[in-house]
C-alpha cells in the first residue's frame, strides 16, 4: 500500500526557532511536493523536488530517495509561519500519473 | 492571470440534492485535479484530467459523483443526491504537464445538512 507518514503531527516553536518537518514515503516516486496550507483552505505549493535539495527564502527542502524521506526546514521562524505542512507524493504506483498522495499534514505554530 | 478559481466557496444543501462546482484553472495549464479533504486529514485525490480527457478516477468517486472537462479549460464536479458524508472541502488544482508544481484554488466548502 502507498502511504505518505509525517512527524510530528503537531509543532509549536517559539519565533527565531529552526524547525524540520519530516515526510517518509513507501513506493518509488516520480516527485514529492510540500504545500502549505492555511486556515480557511487555502494551499500554497512550497516545493517539487525529485532529488536533492531546494532552498527558497528560509525554506528548504530536501529528499534522500534510497531511505524514501524527506524534510522541509524553516529557518529563523516567524508567527506567519504558523500553517499546516502537507507532504504530498507523485507515484508510478499502480501505473497512476497523476494521482498525488497526501500525508496527513503537521500543523505549526510559531509563537512571538 | 489570477491564479485558479473555484465557485461558490461555499454551500448548503439539504440531503438528496444535487450540487455543481466550478473550478477555473491557471489558463495554460494543461492538467487539472480534484480533491477532497474533511476536517484534519490531507487531501484526497479524485480525479484529474489532461485537458479534456479524464484519465484517473479515484475509487473514492463514486456513482453519484462526475465530473467534466468540456474544452479542456474550466471544470464542473456534479454531486448528485447527496449524503451528508459528502460534507467536505473540495479542492482543485491545476499544473503544467508533470513538471510542474500544483497551483490550488481556495476549495469549495460544502455542508449537507
Known amino acids: 500500500k502507498n502511504e505518505v507518514e509525517q512527524s510530528p503531527q503537531n509543532l509549536t516553536a517559539q519565533e527565531g526557532e529552526f524547525i524540520t518537518i519530516n515526510c517518509s514515503y513507501s513506493v518509488g516516486i516520480s516527485a514529492l511536493h510540500w504545500l502549505q496550507q492555511h486556515p480557511g483552505g487555502g494551499i500554497v505549493s512550497l516545493f517539487m523536488?525529485?532529488?536533492g535539495k531546494k532552498k527558497h527564502g528560509r525554506l528548504i527542502a530536501t529528499i534522500n530517495i534510497q531511505e524514501k524521506h524527506s524534510s522541509l526546514h524553516i529557518t529563523a521562524s516567524h508567527p506567519r509561519d504558523s500553517a499546516v505542512y502537507i507532504c504530498?507524493?507523485?507515484?508510478?504506483?499502480?501505473?497512476?500519473?497523476?494521482?498525488?498522495?497526501f500525508g496527513k499534514g503537521t500543523k505549526l505554530s510559531v509563537k512571538p | 492571470d489570477t491564479g485558479v478559481s473555484q465557485n461558490p466557496r461555499h454551500k448548503i444543501t439539504k440531503r438528496g440534492q444535487n450540487v455543481t462546482f466550478r473550478c477555473d484553472p491557471i489558463?495554460?495549464?494543461?492538467?487539472l485535479y480534484w480533491y477532497r479533504q474533511t476536517l484534519g486529514q490531507g487531501p484526497e485525490f479524485l480525479t484529474y484530467f489532461q485537458n479534456e480527457a479524464q484519465l484517473e478516477k479515484s475509487r473514492l468517486l463514486s456513482d453519484r459523483f462526475s465530473a467534466e472537462r468540456p474544452k479542456g479549460s474550466f471544470s464542473t464536479l456534479e454531486i448528485q443526491r447527496t449524503e451528508q458524508g459528502d460534507s467536505a472541502m473540495y479542492l482543485c488544482?491545476?499544473?503544467?504537464?508533470?513538471?510542474?508544481?500544483?497551483?490550488f484554488g481556495s476549495g469549495t466548502q460544502l455542508s449537507v445538512l
Open positions: 489558463s495554460e495549464h494543461n492538467r
Open positions: 523536488l525529485s532529488s
Open positions: 504530498a507524493e507523485t507515484s508510478n504506483y499502480g501505473g497512476s500519473q497523476g494521482n498525488l498522495i
Open positions: 488544482a491545476s499544473s503544467l504537464g508533470k513538471v510542474s508544481g500544483l497551483f
